[in-house]
């Protein structure tokens, strides 16, 4: 069954630092979406990205946030200076067309110290 | 603006008992609804969708959830628990189909003793 995947699992990275976050979407999905979940809060919607652009970003999703698909696979998300509140788990989600679900990622557990 | 609401951040029950968990959502447009789990150290895996279609919606793992429009409930159900359902659920809304993005509830999580 196809799925999505992200890389890394965990990444710890110091304030000030930039990282980038990896998923590869689903093969024929063309919606792909960011969420992140701060450890005992709510799954919370950062950006969506359709047809080589963002289609919707959420106030969360500032100048420090940008996302990039590089090539026909991978869909990243770069945090350009993190802050210590970014320490949050990272799901990519990607969805077909039609009336579909998002499939989400394992996540990627990010700790900025 | 869309919203959702999951009553009780944590549910307990035992082996074999109705399970069930609340969610109640506002929406100013008909909205699709959805239910996912997350098992530990796992990804977030679709139970079940409504998108306008039968209002009794079935899913895996034998859960099934009833939109009721006139009480914005989309409570999720299932008759006997089994100790594998222990996990955390989230409800989440869209407004529509057309790559929106979801709006979660806060979750809850579902224990299950013996």
């Known amino acids: 069954e196809p799925e999505v995947t992200q890389t890394p699992s965990h990444q710890v990275t110091q304030m000030g630092q930039e990282v980038i976050l990896r998923c590869v979407p689903i093969?024929?999905?063309?919606?792909f979406y960011w969420y992140r979940q701060i450890l005992g809060q709510k799954v919370e919607f950062l950006v969506s990205?359709?047809?080589?652009?963002?289609?919707?970003k959420s106030e969360i999703f500032d100048d420090q946030f940008s996302v990039e698909r590089p090539d026909g696979s991978n869909f990243t998300l770069k945090i350009r200076s993190t802050k210590l509140e970014d320490s949050a788990m990272y799901f990519c989600a990607s969805r077909g067309t039609g009336v579909g679900e998002q499939y989400f990622g394992p996540g990627t557990r990010l700790t900025v110290t | 603006a869309q919203s959702v609401t999951q009553l009780g951040s944590h549910v307990s029950v035992s082996e074999g008992a109705l399970v069930l968990l609340r969610c109640n959502y506002s929406?100013?447009?008909?909205?699709?609804l959805f239910w996912y789990v997350q098992y530990p150290n796992q990804g977030l895996q679709l139970l079940l969708k409504y998108t306008s279609a039968a209002t009794l919606v079935k899913g895996i793992n034998g859960f099934e959830a009833e939109f009721k429009k006139s009480e914005t409930s989309f409570h999720l159900t299932k008759p006997s628990a089994h100790m594998s359902d222990a996990a955390e659920y989230f409800c989440?809304?869209?407004?529509?189909?057309?790559?929106?993005?979801?709006?979660f509830g806060k979750g809850t999580t579902l224990s299950v003793s013996s």
């Open positions: 990205f359709y047809n080589n652009e963002i289609s919707e």
């Open positions: 093969s024929n999905h063309l919606y």
């Open positions: 929406s100013s447009v008909p909205p699709y």
């Open positions: 989440a809304v869209s407004p529509n189909q057309a790559g929106t993005a979801l709006i």
